[in-house]
């Protein structure tokens, strides 16, 4: 499933946006969705890539309850992105790097295993971490270099 959402990050280095990728399964482990950072792209804050690819999953499905599916991401979700996920319901987040600045899954906030929320999501950490992270940092440095 990680392998998946590293090749759609990087497809959002085209457009100059940060390599972050996700990608939806069903129960069944099938492909639903996939998507990838679009904010310079679209000059949109909220179209990050677990946005993108919920909407994707929704529309496909014909459903906004994700109820039984699992979203594979390489970055921690932030506070926008965990909150769209609780509220599709995804059953399970896995992830990549952790976002030691804005991560909401554990590193900063804790949303989705919040004791007081409605609804509660099992989260996996750390999947293919080295690789997730070594994508973003080198995006970042190269970023860095032309400035």
Same mark, same amino acid.
């Given at each position: 499933?990680? !392998?998946?959402?590293?090749?759609?990050? +990087?497809?959002?280095?085209?457009?100059?946006? @940060?390599?972050?990728?996700?990608? @939806?399964?069903?129960? /069944?482990?099938?492909? @639903?969705?996939?998507?990838?950072?679009? %904010?310079?792209?679209?000059?949109?804050?909220?179209?990050?890539?677990?946005? =993108?690819?919920?909407?994707?999953?929704?529309? #496909?499905?014909? $459903? *906004?309850?994700?109820?039984?599916? &699992?979203?594979?991401? &390489?970055?921690?979700?932030?506070?926008?992105?965990?909150?769209?996920?609780?509220?599709? %319901?995804?059953?399970?987040?896995?992830?990549?790097?952790? /976002?030691?600045?804005?991560?909401? =899954?554990?590193?900063? *906030?804790?949303?989705? %295993? $919040?004791? +007081?929320?409605?609804?509660?999501?099992?989260? %996996?950490?750390?999947?293919?971490?080295?690789?997730?992270?070594?994508? @973003?940092?080198?995006?970042?440095?190269?970023? !860095? #270099?032309? /400035?």
């Amino acid at each position: 499933m990680m !392998r998946v959402a590293l090749n759609e990050a +990087r497809k959002a280095v085209a457009s100059g946006d @940060i390599p972050v990728g996700a990608a @939806i399964f069903n129960a /069944d482990g099938e492909l @639903i969705a996939v998507g990838h950072n679009e %904010r310079e792209l679209h000059n949109d804050p909220t179209s990050h890539a677990e946005i =993108v690819v919920i909407r994707k999953a929704a529309e #496909k499905l014909g $459903d *906004w309850h994700l109820t039984d599916h &699992t979203l594979a991401v &390489t970055l921690e979700p932030c506070v926008m992105c965990a909150g769209a996920i609780a509220q599709s %319901r995804l059953q399970t987040v896995v992830f990549g790097a952790w /976002d030691e600045k804005a991560g909401a =899954v554990g590193s900063v *906030w804790e949303l989705l %295993r $919040d004791p +007081r929320s409605t609804f509660r999501t099992e989260v %996996r950490t750390g999947v293919l971490s080295e690789e997730c992270s070594e994508l @973003i940092t080198s995006f970042i440095q190269e970023v !860095r #270099k032309k /400035d």
